[in-house]
Nanobody, 124 residues
Framework: QVELEESGGGMVQAGGSLTLSCTAS????????MAWFRQAPGKEREFVAG????????YYADSVEGRFTVARTNALNMAHLRMNSLKPEDTAVYFC?????????????????WGQGTQVTVSS
C-alpha cells in the first residue's frame, strides 16, 4: 500500500506561483509513475502532469504546458509541481496520484494511489 500526502497549496493572485509537493510512504518510490490531477467545483477530475519513474519523461495537459513543471526526487520519496503564471481557471483541488505502470496516462482510472488533495485558489 502506498500513501500519498500533498502539501503547498494556498491562495495566490493571478500571475503568481506556487509549488506543490507530494510525499509518498513507500520504500519503492522509484518504481512509481507519478501524476498530478485537479478538480474544480462541479467539474470532473482532470489530468495536469505526469512524470516517469526516472523523471526523464514528462507529459502535460495543454492547458498548463509551458507554465507548470513536474519533477521528482526519488531519494526523498517526493514529487513536485511548480506552477507559474497562475490563472483564476487554475483554481481547483490538486491531487497527487501514483501507479506502477510504465506509461503516463491522463485518465484518473489508470492510477491506484491517491492523496487527499490540496486546495489552490487563484484570485483575479
Amino acid at each position: 500500500q502506498v500513501e500519498l500526502e500533498e502539501s503547498g497549496g494556498g491562495m495566490v493572485q493571478a500571475g503568481g506561483s506556487l509549488t506543490l509537493s507530494c510525499t509518498a510512504s513507500t520504500s519503492t518510490f522509484a518504481t512509481l509513475l507519478m501524476a498530478w490531477f485537479r478538480q474544480a467545483p462541479g467539474k470532473e477530475r482532470e489530468f495536469v502532469a505526469g512524470i516517469s519513474w526516472s523523471g526523464t519523461t514528462t507529459y502535460y495537459a495543454d492547458s498548463v504546458e509551458g507554465r507548470f513543471t513536474v519533477a521528482r526526487t526519488n531519494a526523498l520519496n517526493m514529487a513536485h509541481l511548480r506552477m507559474n503564471s497562475l490563472k483564476p481557471e487554475d483554481t481547483a483541488v490538486y491531487f497527487c496520484a501514483a501507479d506502477r505502470s510504465y506509461a503516463i496516462a491522463d485518465s484518473p482510472l489508470s492510477y491506484d494511489y491517491w492523496g487527499q488533495g490540496t486546495q489552490v485558489t487563484v484570485s483575479s
